[in-house]
């Protein structure tokens, strides 16, 4: 099944394997009843050694840690609770010898205020009602929890505050976990009651066939929704906060895919998307099988839409889609943290993972790396191309830009300034010793362009420059050709006499090598050089609502 498929049915997944486990530890008709038989009961009071619920973890480059309660059953030891809170931890034979967690609950001095802290003579502070005067919780018979015969002992001093309960699978997986509050947390808050959680569900997973975790969500110790009673088969993806797993046939990880639960569409949109009211998206994580050497298994970032598919990708694997590869990818700046870049003009579905992006060249690209000149170079792939259309090369502006034919030859090159000169210098002083270029071109600033275009032999043109014109004289500003002494110097201005005069008496042109002008401007230069020449057209975000 594609990593899309699984995606789409995780969280519809029922959970009939989860019915039958802790039966007798939790009953799920009332959760607040305390087991007596088929259980064991440990005793903890300091707050660090709690057991809490550890959500999957991923370390180093895709090992996955399913979830698991905290701290491990061999290392529970023995306690009793404290002056002002504790927790009771319940033990159920685990089918293989051992035993699990099935239950925790909280029980809390019905004198001593919790969590706050000890004075100095290591005594805890009392409780006090909403008036801030000294009560105690009243104490309540409780059936649910007296009819444990160690329990019944602790009622006229502690009462029990939270119960969470674990479930698992059939395979011993832990795959649920609910929280119940008692009503006597809001016995001293009678004019300001807490909103209580009622079987509030808290956490699901699901696990394959082969005992691999696929899908999972919550486990951060509060409610996933605010409905009493909800269960795990009928949580939609975008509803509440998702995780799913994929696998490689030999077992290891190859994708981790997050979906965030989904704003209201009244709340601003953190991620940038303008989303669907049926849409979503979602953030993902791919890596290579455990076949590939460790030392090249590197991860790879991806965004997503459930409609639009994966928006783009990065990663520091700069092995990655090496069909796509082009002579200057050997230049790479010489960076530890150096990245891989693609962008996508079009929808790419989330199958191109499951092959670990091999397939990539099927669909339209835009792929992005760094230069060791500095610039980053940015390619333009048709679908089912391995040869760009167009290249660019860029810092903050773009400095160079070539076109490709279908066959994946030079059709034409574009500079503006001068950095992309440290790659591919200009050979212009010899245009002009040929007569073909008659003024002297501006190759640094605005309107510093010059365009050269290729025939089918790959012979070389230039056809295209940019100058500086002196209004007042009518000639150009600067002397050609430019590498002879100039033989009249003109007069020398300082920086800011010759910046107003330039803003005052020079003007832009640019046209024909010989010195006819075709268009005049700064404004209407750039816009001839997008209309005529498809200069800095291409953009990488194609659609702007994304």
């Not at 619920?53 to 030891?77: C, H, T």
Request: glycine share 8%; aromatic share 10%; proline share 7%.
């Amino acid at each position: 099944m594609s990593i899309a498929r699984r995606l789409a049915t995780a969280a519809l997944l029922t959970s009939v394997l989860s019915a039958q486990a802790a039966a007798n530890c939790s009953d799920r008709a009332d959760l607040l009843v305390s087991p007596v038989a088929g259980v064991s009961m440990v005793f903890r009071g300091d707050t660090p050694g709690r057991v809490w619920l550890q959500g999957p973890q991923i370390y180093g480059e895709g090992d996955l840690r399913v979830p698991a309660l905290r701290p491990a059953v061999v290392d529970l030891k023995e306690g009793k609770l404290g002056f002002t809170d504790g927790q009771v931890v319940y033990l159920e034979p685990d089918g293989k010898g051992g035993k699990r967690v099935c239950r925790t609950e909280r029980w809390e001095s019905r004198v001593y205020q919790p969590l706050s802290y000890a004075h100095r003579d290591d005594t805890p502070d009392l409780r006090r009602d909403r008036d801030n005067k000294v009560r105690a919780v009243p104490y309540r018979r409780w059936a649910g929890q007296e009819r444990n015969p160690i329990l019944a002992k602790l009622t006229p001093y502690y009462y029990m505050a939270r119960v969470d309960a674990y479930f698992y699978d059939q395979g011993g997986h832990l795959v649920e976990a609910r929280v119940q509050e008692t009503e006597d947390v809001n016995a001293l808050r009678q004019r300001y009651p807490k909103e209580l959680m009622i079987d509030r569900l808290t956490f699901c997973a699901r696990y394959n066939a082969q005992g691999q975790l696929i899908w999972t969500t919550g486990g951060m110790f509060e409610s996933l929704v605010n409905v009493p009673g909800a269960q795990c088969a009928g949580l939609q993806t975008g509803e509440v906060e998702t995780t799913s797993y994929s696998y490689h046939a030999d077992g290891s990880l190859l994708a981790r895919l997050f979906v965030p639960k989904k704003r209201d569409a009244a709340e601003p949109r953190g991620e940038g998307l303008a989303l669907d009211a049926d849409e979503w998206w979602g953030q993902g994580t791919a890596w290579p099988s455990a076949s590939v050497p460790q030392r090249e298994r590197l991860s790879v970032y991806f965004g997503f839409t459930n409609k639009a598919g994966i928006l783009g990708l990065y990663t520091e694997n700069m092995g990655l889609a090496a069909y796509d590869a082009q002579p200057p990818y050997k230049e790479l700046l010489r960076d530890p943290n150096r990245k891989l870049r693609y962008d996508f003009p079009q929808p790419v579905p989330l199958s191109v993972v499951d092959d670990h992006f091999a397939t990539l060249d099927k669909y339209p690209r835009v792929r992005r790396y760094p230069h060791q000149s500095g610039l980053n170079v940015i390619e333009f792939f048709d679908g089912n191309s391995r040869t760009p259309r167009l290249r660019q090369w860029r810092s903050v502006e773009l400095s160079r830009q070539e076109t490709y034919n279908a066959e994946g030859k030079r059709v034409q090159v574009i500079y503006s300034g001068g950095r992309a000169l440290k790659v591919y210098p200009e050979d212009l002083q010899r245009y002009a010793e040929s007569g073909v270029l008659k003024v002297t071109p501006t190759r640094s600033g605005y309107a510093s362009y010059r365009v050269y275009t290729y025939d089918a032999s790959g012979k070389e043109s230039l056809t295209f420059v940019c100058w500086q014109h002196d209004v007042p004289s009518n000639r150009p500003l600067h002397r050609f050709p430019w590498w002879t002494p100039d033989s009249a110097p003109t007069p020398t201005r300082g920086r800011e006499a010759a910046l107003i005069y330039g803003m005052k008496n020079v003007a832009n042109r640019c046209g024909r090598p010989d010195g006819t002008m075709l268009i005049q401007g700064m404004g209407p230069i750039n816009t001839y050089m997008a209309t005529q020449f498809g200069y800095d057209v291409e953009q990488l975000v194609y659609d702007k609502g994304r």
